[in-house]
């Protein structure tokens, strides 16, 4: 049984690393859309709904490593702090090449981010005994999973009716696809990680949906499915953790 044990917290741990390592690489994934922002000056369809989002998410796991799991405090701390400087720098540039109705739009996002993270830090701190918190808020950042999965969904739809896959950004769904399912794997592995399970299994059913629409409609676009021809195409792209 020790021997057993022993090869599981090893197999963990290698599921961990590499989650980890899929975490950051899902951060970065978005950079190539922001660098056709900078370039074209302009956010066109582009939604910052996603970087609100990651922001979001990122914040409420801190707060559940510093607070509530300090053996893992270090890992989830330098992980989701990475997440959120990146992409406060993604939701700054895309900020500053708004148009000023989209401007509004960021500001609105911001400020429901905001009020969203302070009445879950606050419902955690105040209102959940402190034996069920580690449970409660380890759903709550589940359900904020969940929603960043959702919303690519949009895309989908749009690449299938217009036959056009240049509006969707492959490395982050591929990168979403991988980092879901390394912690779904984890989840298997882990017994004490259930609640990590539904989440990450619906993250991965959402990233191989994507995945495969993806490769479905490549040939459609002339064998480029590159971000940097349209533009228009664009409605939103996605990151989750």
């Not at 609100?52 to 701390?77: A, S």
Request: positive net charge; aromatic residues 12%.
């Amino acid at each position: 049984m020790h021997r057993f044990s022993s090869i599981l917290e090893a197999r963990s741990s290698v599921w961990v690393a590499a989650g980890y390592v899929f975490r950051v690489a899902l951060f970065l994934s978005p950079f190539p859309t922001v660098k056709l922002i900078i370039k074209k000056k302009s956010t066109g369809s582009y939604s910052a709904f996603t970087y609100v989002c990651t922001i979001l998410n990122c914040v409420v796991w801190t707060f559940y490593g510093v607070r509530l799991d300090p053996n893992n405090k270090f890992l989830l701390t330098y992980i989701n702090g990475v997440g959120i400087l990146v992409h406060s720098a993604y939701l700054t540039i895309h900020y500053l090449h708004a148009s000023n109705h989209e401007k509004g739009r960021v500001v609105i996002m911001k400020v429901a981010s905001l009020l969203t993270m302070s009445i879950i830090i606050a419902s955690a701190m105040f209102l959940v005994p402190q034996n069920d918190r580690v449970t409660a808020v380890g759903w709550i950042c589940g359900v904020v999973n969940i929603v960043m999965h959702a919303a690519p969904l949009s895309v989908v739809k749009q690449v299938i009716s217009s036959n056009d896959v240049s509006g969707m950004p492959f490395l982050v769904s591929f990168f979403s696809l991988l980092n879901s399912a390394i912690w779904l794997a984890f989840s298997a592995l882990h017994k004490d990680a259930k609640v990590t399970m539904i989440p990450n299994g619906v993250a991965t059913a959402f990233g191989v949906i994507e995945v495969l629409v993806y490769l479905m409609y490549f040939d459609n676009t002339g064998g480029n499915g590159s971000e940097d021809h349209s533009e228009p195409m664009a409605r939103m792209e996605h990151i989750t953790a």
